[in-house]
């Protein structure tokens, strides 16, 4: 029998490929899956849709990300899918680093051996419940105590899900604002004048309480075009903008053999020469050389290319999309800012050119991606109207409060023909069953002038928990199932910063034609979360009366529902060290009942959401019936120009039987939340 003929290596004939793909791969979206598969060449990279299982044991919740990589995690298996996207050469290159990575950040070992992630901007601020190894300001070393591993605060409003990315943010948000009002409240009585906002970012931080830790290029899972932030520190927590002083923020993808930094967000905040003119174009000046306006002429010097202007430089070239937040002047405060998340740019052109001071600045051109909502053009249009009224079109009523209120409250239509609402009396004040003065009367503090945060002796203090409920500018602190202010009988003006309901609204208020549901409430005015809007102003009537106007009074408010959100507003005291908040102490049925079919203000335009941006909050002020309260209204977040006023009407599930209670049946929910329950009462 022959022998087979042996094949050598040298007769294989070798299929070569290149080992590294010309075009840099970008990875997918945060929270998607990449798996592969092989078709015979190339690999092929499939993303599910769905994001990657998580475990119920020991892991980490949706946005407490590990400081860990991936693969040394405890419980990870080796088949897995793994979140990172591969290179063309089958090595695993990522563009999202974690911040433990990120020069600007510090990684501190706690006495329990957790790691915290804090900015280094950050590391001089003392927060009273960390477990910091060593006292702040204290020249001697602690001795090294042994101690149990301090479990974090658990927070119930943290979702316990990455699928609706939106309201982790939010909450988040939330979170931080609380503290920040509480801290700012504790503050204020203690005569103390300490950052509230960078403390209660350092409490977020150190308790890993942030969304979207991991740096990546284009869109942030949870944040919206046209999204508004106060301090630079609520950009951080989310994931919009690292740096908590720097405007450009920058990470190093790794897509060639040379480490090359990318250019992911810039905010443009009025400290240097750009030019912020157009809505679609923007002209941005690199940093340092000592151009801001907060240096000293002797201290100017030609720009570097390093860093941030190092990475806009690298953008160029590689084209990638660049987040860019604007800014505003907050109206409300000397040197304040607001800050406008306005979508995708590419970078399209950098040069070099002498700035008014004589020194050499960066200069780079972006454009905005087309076919993005408005960001900063709706700003642009709303201050144009605000500063010439006629200019605004659609309308069809200049003001529909006739001279009532601050401002002209226009009535807008540009959907469809209608005309107008149904009519009614334009009101400011409600009208009870029976006259106020026969209402028993609150007591009268003897406080002088105005009510100081943490005098021990105002009446009125006493009566909210011994502190005042409103900050010194006016927002409030947290709800609860009643707010008392000042009245008729105390010492204090008018100009006490415990009166905020009782003065006049300071919004631009729009009523417009929505698309499917009626009429709704607007502001040309950014709302910060706390802000005073307005009251819920109408006749209060009985049951009897309400059950006689029939389905077809779409205008009446009762005080005998709360969402979930609004009781959640107060969330973070124990992060301060403080028992949680029960549910009573924030919400209390009413049986008080309000139509605004005949008579009534702007409030009787909001509709209804199963996510709302505004929550009521009972306030006495003029007589002391705590079952008859002024409803008052009160933004629960940030709210941008032209966002549509919304609250949650309320659907009682254990009142199934609404004809035979004698209630109003449930009406179907057209307010378009993922959240959206799908009737409200």
Not at 192 to 211: E, F, T, V
Not at 564 to 578: A, Y
Not at 601 to 630: I, K, T
Request: glycine residues 8%.
């Amino acid at each position: 029998m022959e022998a087979q003929p042996v094949s050598s290596q040298e007769d294989v004939v070798l299929d070569a490929k290149p080992l590294r793909s010309l075009a840099p791969m970008f990875p997918a979206p945060y929270g998607f899956n990449t798996t592969f598969t092989s078709f015979g060449s190339a690999p092929a990279v499939c993303v599910s849709p769905f994001g990657g299982s998580s475990s119920s044991g020991g892991g980490f919740p949706p946005f407490f990300f590990s400081p860990e990589p991936a693969s040394r995690q405890k419980g990870t298996s080796a088949g897995r899918a793994s979140n990172r996207t591969p290179a063309a050469n089958g090595s695993y290159h990522s563009d999202q680093i974690n911040l433990e990575d990120d020069p600007d950040y510090t990684i501190h070992t706690t006495t329990s051996g957790r790691k915290i992630k804090r900015p280094k901007k950050l590391k001089k601020y003392k927060i009273d419940d960390s477990d910091s190894e060593s006292a702040e300001g204290s020249g001697k070393k602690r001795s090294q105590i042994r101690r149990k591993p301090r479990k974090a605060p658990e927070l119930a409003l943290i979702p316990s899900s990455l699928l609706d990315a939106r309201n982790s943010a939010e909450e988040i948000l939330m979170t931080f604002d609380a503290l920040r009002r509480k801290i700012l409240q504790l503050d204020e009585a203690n005569d103390s004048s300490k950052r509230s906002y960078l403390r209660a970012g350092a409490i977020m931080m150190s308790n890993d309480l942030r969304a979207n830790i991991v740096k990546r290029i284009g869109p942030v899972p949870g944040i919206e075009i046209g999204d508004i932030f106060y301090f630079r520190i609520e950009m951080c927590l989310v994931g919009l903008h690292a740096q908590i002083m720097g405007g450009i923020d920058y990470m190093l993808p790794r897509l060639s053999d040379m480490d090359e930094p990318l250019a992911i967000s810039i905010v443009s905040a009025g400290g240097y020469e750009n030019d912020e003119g157009d809505t679609n174009i923007l002209i941005y000046t690199g940093q340092g050389g000592g151009c801001s306006s907060k240096y000293d002429k002797n201290q100017l010097v030609d720009q570097k290319l390093e860093r941030g202007n190092l990475a806009l430089e690298r953008s160029v070239q590689r084209g990638n999309l660049v987040r860019v937040i604007r800014s505003a002047k907050d109206m409300n405060l000397i040197n304040g800012r607001i800050y406008i998340y306005d979508g995708l740019y590419k970078i399209q052109e950098t040069w070099v050119e002498k700035a008014k001071a004589g020194n050499n600045v960066f200069k780079y051109k972006l454009f905005r991606e087309p076919e993005q909502p408005e960001g900063i053009a709706v700003w642009k249009n709303t201050e144009k109207w605000k500063a010439n009224p006629p200019s605004r079109g659609g309308v069809i009523l200049p003001d529909i409060s006739s001279g009532t209120e601050n401002f002209p409250v226009f009535l807008v239509n540009e959907v469809d023909n209608e005309k107008g609402p149904s009519h009614f009396i334009y009101a400011t004040k409600v009208k009870y069953l029976k006259p106020i003065n026969s209402m028993r009367p609150l007591p009268g503090c003897r406080c002088i002038s105005v009510c100081l945060p943490g005098d021990a002796s105002c009446s009125c203090a006493q009566q909210n928990g011994g502190n005042l409920p409103y900050c010194a500018n006016g927002f409030v602190v947290s709800r609860k199932h009643v707010l008392y202010e000042c009245n008729s009988l105390c010492s204090c003006s008018v100009n006490c910063r415990n009166r905020v309901t009782q003065k006049s609204v300071n919004l631009h208020f729009e009523v417009f034609r929505t698309r499917d549901r009626g009429w709704g409430l607007r502001s040309w005015d950014p709302i910060r979360a706390g802000t005073f809007i307005c009251e819920y102003v109408g006749e209060v009537v009985d049951k009897i009366k309400v059950n006689d106007y029939g389905e077809d009074d779409h205008y009446i408010f009762q005080g005998n529902y709360i969402d979930e959100k609004t009781l959640k507003w107060n969330h973070g005291p124990e992060l301060l060290g403080e028992p949680s908040i029960n549910e009573s102490d924030v919400f209390k049925p009413l049986p008080i009942i309000i139509s605004s079919r005949n008579m009534g203000n702007v409030a009787r335009f909001m509709n209804h959401s199963c996510s709302p941006n505004v929550f009521w909050q009972p306030v006495l002020h003029d007589h002391n019936e705590g079952d008859y309260p002024h409803i008052m209204f009160f933004a629960m977040k940030h709210i941008p120009p032209m966002m549509e006023l919304t609250f949650d009407y309320g659907l009682n599930i254990e009142n199934a039987v609404w004809n035979v209670a004698g209630t109003r049946q449930p009406k179907k929910c057209l307010c378009g939340s993922p959240k959206c329950r799908g009737f409200f009462r």
